[in-house]
Structure formats: structure tokens, C-alpha cells
């Protein structure tokens, strides 16, 4: 790293790389670059751990009052929904990294006195950057994309079946 250091003048915690590799040691952020069954076994159990903390609430605060098929589908809808914005919060953490990775220019605060500058990458790092954007984020944030669609889906049909039963 320190041909880097000499070859970019962007501070290290800006450097698009430094960003990616801060970001992918975040506790939220690494659970979303691991393998597929892995992937889908944490959020599943995210999602059932949500499920029945927020059912035992909704529950409490509806038993008696609706329907007990209506507080299961309300269940379902929050639980979807705060998944939904886990999901949101790695795919805007992600493409912010990508957008930067795979740019030929990164923009920078060298002092912190919002006098931004712009640096054009040398090729070197530019091959480097890319071809992590390419083949480490892109893959994952299509997958994050995916699970975003899943969610969304469930979130209407959760909601739907709860207005109309």
C-alpha cells in the first residue's frame, strides 16, 4: 500500500479502496459478502427473530381487537419492512463504494475545510479499483438488489392480505 500512498493524494480513509475495505470489515456490511447459504441463513434468522419479538408485542397490544390472521400478516409486514430497510442501508453503502471504485476520477477534502478537489486515478489503480467494482461488488449488490425485490414483494402481499382478510 505504500506505492499507493505515494502514487494518490487523497487522504487513506477516502481513498476508494481504503473505503471499500473499512466498509467490508463493518459488522452489517461483511454479512453481505458472505456465500449464498450463509447470506440467506442470517437474514432468515433476522427476519424470524423480528418476527416473533414484534409478534409477541403486536400480540399483546391487539389480542382480542382484530383478527388473529390480521396480527399475523401485521407481523409479517414489519418484520419484512425492517428487513427492508436493512437491505436498503447495504445496497446505498454499496453502490456509494462501487460509484467510487469504478470512476476514473475520485473526489476528495484534503483539509477538511470543504475546499473539495478532484483526482484522476493513474491507471494502475484505476485496473485495480475496477476489477474489484466489477467482480466483488457488482455480483453483491445485484444479489442485495435481489433480496430488496423479495421484500418488497412480501411487504405489499403482507399488506395487502392484511386490508382484505
Known amino acids: 500500500m505504500s506505492w499507493r500512498k505515494k502514487m494518490c493524494p487523497v487522504p487513506f480513509e477516502q481513498q476508494p479502496l481504503n473505503e471499500y475495505l473499512s466498509l467490508k470489515k463493518n459488522w452489517l456490511f461483511q454479512w453481505s459478502t ?73 473526489f476528495y477534502e484534503e483539509s477538511g475545510w470543504y475546499d473539495g478537489q478532484i483526482w484522476v486515478k493513474n491507471i494502475e489503480i484505476l485496473m485495480q479499483d475496477r476489477l474489484i467494482g466489477l467482480y466483488e461488488l457488482i455480483p453483491l449488490i445485484n444479489r442485495i438488489k435481489y433480496s430488496l425485490g423479495i421484500f418488497i414483494v412480501n411487504i405489499f402481499f403482507s399488506a395487502l392480505l392484511y386490508y382484505y382478510i
Open 34 to 106: 458472505y456465500d449464498n447459504s450463509r447470506y440467506i441463513t442470517i437474514y432468515f434468522f433476522i427476519f424470524i427473530v423480528s418476527f416473533f419479538i414484534n409478534g409477541f408485542f403486536i400480540f399483546y397490544l391487539y389480542y382480542g381487537k382484530i383478527k388473529f390472521l390480521k396480527i399475523f400478516f401485521l407481523d409479517i409486514w414489519i418484520a419484512s419492512t425492517i428487513l427492508f430497510v436493512i437491505f436498503l442501508r447495504l445496497y446505498l453503502g454499496w453502490s456509494y463504494i462501487s460509484k467510487r471504485l469504478l470512476s476514473a476520477t475520485v
